[in-house]
């Protein structure tokens, strides 16, 4: 797959912090019959969610979780009881939730057609990257609006400018209101603020490395811009993002520009069937890199995927790039 390819799906598709879908058409049946038989506390409950308004009677029961980080987040909040399906793993889930995870019907080895989706049976989908929703797929939010289905997209893919903690603590703030649980969310966000702010003290007086993200690519590289929340987890490990202006989440950029650059480490996302060791590879043996500072001093370190987007691992993630990027602040 090009690079530009990986860019337009990542694009359709992108320790933890921070609510979904009205139906256009109305609440789904199965709430307004939860609303009849009795007031639930907290709600009714409206939330604005990427452009779409949605008000629930009543948490929801049949989740779906489109993306790894999505689902993540909902077994964070301990929801894996409400959660009937799962999709697409970037790479491995947490340890921690592998239990909890494996109780739940695995629907599509990546995103499930319309008809397995909806042969779940969902009251709720959630979707980490905007190609949960593809319309071609009729997976669109207005469309399992219509049959009953609301639904939450990540705000990573819907905020204006930089996304950071702030929208972390949006995500699971909102998640866990919507399900009822917004005490687990208090707790979550709690946690992941004090593990973030950990290792920013503990790096504020270093010097900040020049950091090159390489996602993939071969003729372009496909690398985080800055308004991911990849680029603010490099800039709270303690270290600068090289393309800190480019004005997306991701998105491709020349060779020439990398080495114009002169970044001093490089940052390898760990994910998919190309190894960390082959991404190496590819950049030691280009001799038109050869001069740059992190490939002339063999500098890398290494995230999954999974931990550089918005979702529980963010925490993690600022941990282990901390540690990596100033290991004598460990």
């Keep these: 797959m090009s690079s530009y390819a990986r860019a337009l799906l990542r694009a359709l598709l992108p320790v933890p912090l921070l609510i979904p879908l009205a139906a256009c058409g109305g609440v789904p049946a199965a709430q307004d019959a939860k609303a009849g038989a009795g007031a639930v506390p907290g709600f009714p409950y409206t939330v604005t969610n990427c452009g779409v308004t949605s008000t629930y009677q009543a948490p929801p029961q049949r989740a779906v979780a489109m993306n790894q980080h999505a689902t993540e987040i909902l077994l964070a909040l301990g929801l894996e009881g409400k959660t009937v399906g799962t999709a697409y793993l970037d790479d491995s889930v947490l340890p921690a939730y592998r239990p909890a995870y494996d109780k739940i019907k695995v629907l599509a080895k990546e995103y499930p057609a319309k008809e397995i989706l909806l042969g779940a049976n969902p009251d709720f989908v ?156 590819r950049l030691l043996n280009d001799p038109a890199l050869a001069q740059v500072p992190a490939i002339k001093n063999r500098r890398f370190v290494v995230l999954p995927l999974s931990s550089a987007v918005l979702g529980v691992r963010v925490a993690d993630a600022v941990e282990s790039l901390g540690g990596q990027l100033h290991p004598d602040a460990a």
């Design 126 to 281: 959630y979707g980490g990257y905007s190609s949960a929703f593809d319309k071609a797929q009729g997976r669109d939010r207005e469309g399992l609006a219509k049959s009953g289905i609301n639904s939450r997209l990540s705000v990573e893919y819907c905020t204006q400018g930089k996304v950071g903690l702030d929208q972390l603590r949006t995500e699971i703030t909102e998640v866990a209101r919507t399900f009822g649980v917004p005490e687990r969310g208090e707790r979550l966000i709690a946690e992941e603020q004090r593990r973030v702010g950990a290792v920013s003290a503990r790096v504020k007086d270093k010097a900040r490395p020049a950091v090159f993200v390489y996602d993939s690519g071969e003729a372009s590289a496909f690398t985080s811009g800055g308004n991911g929340i990849g680029n603010e987890i490099v800039s709270l490990a303690g270290g600068t993002n090289v393309f800190a202006d480019l004005d997306d989440t991701f998105g491709d950029v020349s060779w020439e520009k990398v080495i114009e650059r002169k970044p001093e480490v490089v940052l390898i996302y760990d994910y998919g069937g190309t190894t960390v060791e082959a991404k190496k590879q």
